[in-house]
């Protein structure tokens, strides 16, 4: 493979001798490869990682799968049906595996081991601080749904023990929403999310797998085995408007948004080829297009246009099995949550040593005093608008624009990019066409990003 003449411009920002670590302190915690700047890398790429091909589709699928799996009933709803939804997911994994090729491609080419050091090596300082800028703000954004999902689940939950009717107002203080978010916020999360490091991470791994595909395969038994007391709205059968159809993209690109932990992914294998990794990809994104069209379609059939945002919303409360469910997803979001603003918390302090260039091996006491002050400041910012923002689909539809820019825009900058430094080793035609390619990624990425930003400022404020 040709070499890509990146963009190297680190000295504005710092040394790029440190490289290396800063890769390490934004590494995802998916995965586990040494620094580049240990072991004895091979001539040319990167260390050889321990990652089995097998592994790597289990990483991707677990990566891929999450919460967002509760919104994609609605999103049939809101592509206006079956045959809708089925469409502009099938269409849309076209795009999400190439984009995730892209990547694997560009990092052997830069030789980076994450999504943002990639993109800023590939496309420059300017382009690298916004994906930074992007994946803070989308984690931010994420873990303020989860904290909200927290809430759906245990409000279902505690109405459920105590007999109370849904929305029913009055009782005791302590079955409140906000104190029972609150509680299980600062017991559970914020010790979970101060350490350093997560080595727990394997086992909410698991966790999270085994929560997804018990909500899937409730859903779908529901849907054969519906009880007397579910009665489904109307069943669309066709999109009410283009715009419509557009409005479900965000929840799919969030649902299989999995690109930022995939060049981390990519790198862990024994065999970090870009071939190998397009089946592995492959194989992954129908794997979990499998589990989020079992729970779409099946929920959407159960309740049609009155499915509520978060399907297990719908089930009655009594359901037992459905219950477990919801503490499946409580146990799998407590988890994923210290995850998630670990990333976050990375791509903060990476920005910040750069913005005050020092360097990253510096003081351990000042580096444990920002870090508690970080997280902190996240914890009860994120806990703060998830008690005064009810609805889980106006997060999901405003960090599902962002997914997109992940998905689409920064791996379709770095095609071009890419393509532009090696324009003569290439032929001319097979050169335009993926230049093209490119630019169509930026352009859907740009769309789907702008329209769920221009839903989120114009739309609700009229509302």
Known sequence: MAQVSINSDYGEWGSSSD????????????????????????????????????????????????????????????????????????????????GLVILAYCSQASNERTYQEVVWAVCGKLTGVLCEVAIAIYTFGTCIAFLIIIGDQQDKIIAGMTKDPEGASGGPWYTDRKFTISLTAFFFILPLSIPREIGFQKYASFLSVVGTWYVTAIVIIKYIWPDKQMTPGDILTRPTSWVAVFNAMPTICFGFQCHVSSVPVFNSMRHPEVKTWGWVVTAAMVIALAVYLGTGICGFLTFGATVD????????????????????????????????????????????????????????????????????????????????????GKVISVIGGLAACFIFVFPGLCLIQAKLSEMEEV?????????????????????IFGQTTANAIFVDLLA
């Open 19 to 98: 490289a290396g670590e800063r890769a390490r302190l934004l590494q995802s915690p998916c995965v586990d490869t040494a620094p580049k700047n240990e072991g004895q890398p091979s001539p040319g790429g990167p260390a050889r990682g321990t990652t089995s091909t097998l592994g790597a589709i289990f990483i991707v699928v677990n990566a891929c799968l999450g919460a967002g799996l509760l919104n994609f009933p609605a999103a049939f709803s809101t592509a206006g049906g079956v045959a809708a939804g089925i469409m502009l997911q099938m269409g849309m994994l076209v795009f999400i595996i190439s």
């Open 309 to 392: 945002p978060d399907v297990l919303l719908s089930y009655p409360l009594e359901d037992i099995a459905v219950a477990v469910a919801r503490a499946f997803i409580i146990l799998s979001v407590l988890t994923s949550y210290p995850i998630l603003h670990f990333c976050g918390r990375a791509v903060v302090e990476g920005l910040w040593l750069r913005y005050q260039g020092m360097p990253v091996e510096e003081d351990v006491g000042r580096e444990r005093r920002r870090r508690v002050l970080q997280t902190l400041v996240w914890f009860l910012l994120t806990l703060l608008l998830a008690l005064f923002i009810p609805d889980i």
């Open 427 to 447: 032929k001319p035609a097979s050169w335009w066409a993926l230049v093209s390619y490119g630019v169509l990624l930026v352009t859907l990425g740009a769309f």
